[in-house]
Nanobody
Framework: QVQLQESGPGLVKPSQTLSLTCTVS??????????WTWIRQPPGKGLEWMGT???????YYSPSLKSRTSISRDTSKNQFTLQLSSVTPEDTAVYYC?????????????WGQGTQVTVSP
């Protein structure tokens, strides 16, 4: 069973860069055909796909967030990381990491519990 755990600051100031890490256990993030994804849910809104990094290290981003988003990985630590720059209060959300066999529209088999991030002065 794959397990994912998000970590990072719960409060970020406007204009700063939000950085979250997802630590994976139960399998390697380099295992064939796994795709590792960041998803967020702003208060009162639905889930929003942010981006994905593949088992090969290829990255895919939401067009609406692409200019501010970077996803990377550290295979030695079995972690992948989200960076979102120039944050505003509209980036306040619960952020999830998840894994499946594709990008935006693929089913996600395992999820982290989510972490609340608030953007506020």
């Amino acid at each position: 069973q794959v397990q994912l755990q998000e970590s990072g600051p719960g409060l970020v100031k406007p204009s700063q860069t939000l950085s979250l890490t997802c630590t994976v256990s139960g399998d390697s993030i380099a295992t064939d055909y796994y795709y590792w994804t960041w998803i967020r849910q702003p208060p009162g809104k639905g889930l929003e796909w942010m981006g994905t990094i593949s088992y090969r290290g290829n990255t895919y981003y939401s067009p609406s967030l692409k200019s501010r988003t970077s996803i990377s990985r550290d295979t030695s630590k079995n972690q992948f990381t989200l960076q979102l720059s120039s944050v505003t209060p509209e980036d306040t959300a619960v952020y999830y990491c998840a894994t499946g066999t594709g990008t935006e529209w693929s089913p996600y088999f395992f999820w982290g519990q989510g972490t609340q991030v608030t953007v506020s002065p």
